[in-house]
């Protein structure tokens, strides 16, 4: 397969799984491209989100303890049910990190990550935003649809609530970092905006950004990372990453040339052949320890640089 018609198809698949293409077009359409119904499938295939394919950690590995829980949402809002993932260790009170997931819900992919950040020494919860509905559905097509019907200001304001929960918990040091992909992304840049202060840090891989206007409001270090090729989101990131950059103290874009998305779940993300970010934070702050998680390493394998984190806060 040449790189124009694998960018096309991409391109095509991205209209279908964020921008409500109907699957019939989006079919016809990839028909047309590959030069049959059969090629189209076989296309399909090669650029779909596989996340279970995308583990790495072991949901049954011994070194952590794993489950679920529930976390209350804003104020006359039902609970939401969330994947935990903490390490067996003992250790001191550890920082957390909450993971929030794309438009498929919470899937394998985003309670691997979870498991990867425990390994790292945080406690990692990863929340079902399809809670109120009932909980993300396993058929992905459904679960996109419900990720489309979610009011955005509700799930938000879910969201600060959680930061407050777990910052207050007892076995925690008070400091939560927060790292999302696709929606997960932009919901990281809307809380940053919504929650001020009470966010420690964030890491948003991709997602529209919020109103350039907004970013007065965000208090937290961010760690934005936008593919090269991903012009619909780019179109975004420009106006809002110098205006977030001014307000959070040590805020950082992050681009990726020749990238259409980094996240781990599918072969189109380019992952093995696009350069990594072009800066990495303190591996002590909970998302750069993200970045390093969902690049499939450790924390020793972040390169030390400016920490994420403001001083006096360590995590």
């Known amino acids: 397969m040449d790189d124009q018609l694998r960018q096309q198809a991409i391109e095509l698949y991205d209209r279908f799984t964020h921008d409500g293409m109907e699957r019939r077009d989006f079919f016809a359409a990839m028909t047309r491209l590959a030069g049959g119904a059969a090629a189209a499938n076989l296309l399909i295939g ?133 790292v999302g992909f696709c929606w997960g992304g932009a919901y990281v840049n809307r809380v940053a905006v919504a929650a001020g202060a009470k966010l420690t840090a964030g890491v948003a891989y991709y997602g529209p950004a919020p109103d350039p206007a907004e970013a007065r409001r965000v208090a937290a270090p961010l760690m934005l990372h936008y593919a090269g090729l991903d012009d619909r989101v780019n179109a975004t990131g420009r106006p809002w990453s110098p205006r977030s950059r001014r307000r959070a103290r040590k805020s950082r874009p992050s681009p990726m040339p020749g990238s259409t998305t980094r996240s781990t779940t599918t072969p189109r993300s380019n992952a093995m052949t696009s350069p990594p970010p072009t800066w990495r934070g303190d591996a002590r702050s909970p998302s750069s320890r993200a970045t390093c998680a969902e690049q499939e390493k450790g924390p020793g394998d972040c390169s030390p640089g400016p920490s994420l984190v403001r001083p006096g806060q360590p995590l």
């Open 46 to 178: 090669s650029i779909a989100a596989s996340p279970a394919a995308a583990a790495i950690v072991p949901a049954d590995d011994k070194r952590l303890r794993t489950g679920m829980t529930s976390l209350r949402g804003a104020a006359g809002q039902d609970a939401y049910k969330v994947y935990f993932a903490e390490p067996r260790a003992r250790a001191a009170k550890r920082g957390t990190v909450i993971v929030i997931h794309e438009n498929r819900g919470l899937n394998e992919h985003t309670r691997d990550v979870a498991r990867r950040l425990a390994l790292a020494g945080f406690y990692a919860v990863a929340p079902d935003f399809l809670s109120p509905s009932g909980g993300t559905p396993a058929n992905e097509d459904a679960a996109r649809t419900a990720i489309g019907k979610l009011d955005l200001g509700t799930a938000t304001a879910a969201g600060v609530a959680m930061l407050d929960q777990l910052r207050a918990r007892k076995s925690g040091n008070g400091h939560v970092g927060m």
